[in-house]
T-cell receptor, first 114, second 114 residues
Framework: TQLLEQSPQFLSIQEGENLTVYCNSSSVFSSLQWYRQEPGEGPVLLVTVVTGGEVKKLKRLTFQFGDARKDSSLHITAAQPGDTGLYLCAGAGRGGTSYGKLTFGQGTILTVHP | EPEVTQTPSHQVTQMGQEVILRCVPISNHLYFYWYRQILGQKVEFLVSFYNNEISEKSEIFDDQFSVERPDGSNFTLKIRSTKLEDSAMYFC????????????FGEGSRLTVL
């Protein structure tokens, strides 16, 4: 069974601060996705990282995939209140339909105070 | 922008009743999935569906669950005899024929079993 440990579970910071969320596993994933989920809605894809060591940037968000494709991080620079939400990491299996068989982390609830 | 749509948004049912949750995946997608999220817990994989048959299913997806794609557009999840522990958000997701595991989720159907 693949497990993905996400930390921290809760993060409360002031506007303008930087933060990092981590996802760690003992398993290798074919890719790793980061999602954001609003209350009462489904997860919305932010980014997919595929290659070990890959770094992707989405405005103030930086996503990194570990060299061994077992871990990933999400770094937010100069957080804003609009970044408040639930962030989920999810690792994908390999082959055919397994690419969409995602193992989710527990999620990080981020609160950015003005 | 194409999206996955789910109905109903919320269903309340009595224990032992049958429930059908409906999904319309994105039209050019080939792979379909159901996930569930019990309140306060991780998003969990239930089942994947491709080429009109189940590809993979989790331990959660027992004989009480079934999926169907009765026509070219709908994808349904049926729970034959609901239990209290089936109360959860059920998310439908779909993806194109890629190997990156990017899923597009619907907004979910909240099932409450009394």
């Amino acid at each position: 069974t693949q497990l993905l440990e996400q930390s921290p579970q809760f993060l409360s910071i002031q506007e303008g601060e930087n933060l990092t969320v981590y996802c760690n596993s003992s398993s290798v994933f074919s890719s790793l996705q980061w999602y954001r989920q609003e209350p009462g809605e489904g997860p919305v894809l932010l980014v997919t990282v595929v290659t070990g060591g890959e770094v992707k940037k989405l405005k103030r968000l930086t996503f990194q995939f570990g060299d061994a494709r077992k871990d990933s991080s999400l770094h937010i620079t100069a957080a804003q209140p609009g970044d408040t939400g639930l962030y989920l990491c999810a690792g994908a299996g390999r082959g055919g339909t397994s690419y969409g068989k995602l193992t989710f982390g527990q999620g990080t609830i981020l609160t950015v105070h003005p | 922008e194409p999206e996955v749509t789910q109905t109903p948004s919320h269903q309340v049912t009595q224990m032992g009743q049958e429930v059908i949750l409906r999904c319309v995946p994105i039209s050019n997608h080939l792979y379909f999935y159901w996930y569930r999220q019990i309140l306060g817990q991780k998003v969990e994989f239930l089942v994947s569906f491709y080429n009109n048959e189940i590809s993979e299913k989790s331990e959660i997806f027992d004989d009480q669950f079934s999926v169907e794609r009765p026509d070219g557009s709908n994808f349904t999840l049926k729970i034959r005899s609901t239990k209290l522990e089936d109360s959860a958000m059920y998310f439908c997701a779909s993806r194109r024929d890629t190997n990156t595991g990017e899923l597009f989720f619907g907004e979910g159907s909240r099932l409450t079993v009394l």
